[in-house]
Nanobody
Framework: QVQLVESGGGSVQAGGSLRLPCAAS????????MGWFRQAPGKEREFVAG????????YYVDPVKGRFTISRDNAKNAGYLQMNSLSPEDTAVYYC?????????????WGQGTQVTVSS
């Protein structure tokens, strides 16, 4: 069993940055790939970025490539999403998840989400 808790969301102006931590509990977290997803108002939840269990490989969808950085610290049972050059299109609830693949398929556990609002 893995429990995930996101934090770090908030309101920021366009061009700003936010860092979202994801605190994990449960002994299987370090053996799971991790993904970040987001859900904008009126839209389906979408995959944003993934990282392998050891942190050696990452994957990003095109809209965030070069602006977002996913990382993890298994010693701290934590994952992170660094978001730079934010735009209003990034406004969404952001979720971390324990997943089975680098591209976010096979979701085993979800966090509760944290709201990110970017104003122009």
């Amino acid at each position: 069993q893995v429990q995930l808790v996101e934090s770090g969301g908030g309101s920021v102006q366009a061009g700003g940055s936010l860092r979202l931590p994801c605190a994990a509990s449960g002994r299987t977290f370090s053996s799971s790939a991790m993904g970040w997803f987001r859900q904008a108002p009126g839209k389906e939840r979408e995959f944003v970025a993934g990282i392998t269990w050891g942190g050696g490989r990452t994957y990003y969808v095109d809209p965030v490539k070069g602006r977002f950085t996913i990382s993890r610290d298994n010693a701290k049972n934590a994952g992170y999403l660094q978001m730079n050059s934010l735009s209003p299109e990034d406004t969404a609830v952001y979720y971390c998840a324990a997943v089975r693949s680098l591209r976010g398929t096979g979701i085993d556990y979800w966090g509760q989400g944290t709201q990110v609002t970017v104003s122009s």
